[in-house]
């Protein structure tokens, strides 16, 4: 089955600096890729789309400035939180969607990031 | 605007106590209808692709069935491990983001 690896599964850091969250496909190529942000027993919220070798499309009300995405390549797409504060601490998910035509809409997560700013 | 309402929010269930989980959805032509499972702390699991009202997919003790405004997801003699919360989502021809509902959180006790 498709397989999405998201890394790290969690991560601690201190308030002022940034963090990266990588996410790959390791057994398609991810045309598109996501990245969500939950809060405690909420549903997903989509941050941002990205497109392999296009800039990233974010939702009304996220900081393009601040989360940072690259999708540098079919298989990779990375989120990084500059400046992290502790408003930050969340569970971030991304998820990719395989080339599509035929039946490929379905998308695939990763295991999720749990950071925590302190 | 494509749109999905999952129902009931919670739902409480004896083991072996069936029971179906709605999923009811408005999309400008529909590329997919799509349910996954998410246990707390994880990302959510794929689960079934819907294409086409009167399609039906069974997995386990799940079955997912569609027509052309909802989804149900039934659950057949649950078991404690079926606990999680259940996500439905669809994907239009009018986009390319697929639209979550905000989950159906299903506890099963033994």
């Known amino acids: 089955g498709a397989v999405v690896s998201q890394h790290p599964s969690w991560v601690i850091c201190k308030s002022g600096t940034s963090v990266k969250i990588e996410c790959r496909s390791l057994?398609?190529?991810?045309?598109?890729m996501f990245w969500y942000r939950q809060f405690p027993k909420q549903s997903l919220m989509l941050m941002a789309t990205?497109?392999?070798?296009?800039?990233?499309?974010?939702e009304q009300g996220v900081e393009k400035d601040k989360f940072l995405i690259n999708h540098a390549s079919l298989t990779l797409s990375t989120l990084t939180v500059t400046s992290a504060h502790p408003e930050d601490s969340s569970f971030y998910i991304c998820?990719?969607?395989?080339?599509?035509?035929?039946?490929?809409?379905?998308?695939?997560f990763g295991q999720g990031t749990r950071l925590t700013v302190v | 605007e494509d749109q999905v309402t999952q129902s009931p929010e919670a739902l409480r269930l004896q083991e072996g106590e069936s029971s179906s989980l709605n999923c009811s959805y408005t999309?400008?032509?529909?590329?997919?209808l799509f349910w996954y499972r998410q246990d707390p702390g994880k990302g959510p699991e794929f689960l079934f692709t819907?294409?086409?009202a009167g399609e039906e997919k069974e997995k386990e003790r799940l079955k997912a069935t569609l027509t052309k405004k909802e989804s149900f997801l039934h659950i057949t003699a649950p078991k404690p491990e079926d606990s999680a919360t259940y996500l439905c989502?669809?994907?239009?021809?009018?986009?390319?983001?697929?639209?979550f509902g905000a989950g159906t959180r299903l506890f099963v006790k033994a």
């Open positions: 998820s990719a969607r395989a080339r599509t035509g035929g039946a490929g809409t379905e998308a695939f």
């Open positions: 057994d398609f190529q991810a045309t598109t």
């Open positions: 990205s497109n392999e070798g296009s800039k990233a499309t974010y």
């Open positions: 999309v400008s032509g529909l590329r997919g």
């Open positions: 819907l294409y086409s």
């Open positions: 989502a669809v994907l239009g021809t009018g986009g390319f983001k697929t639209i």
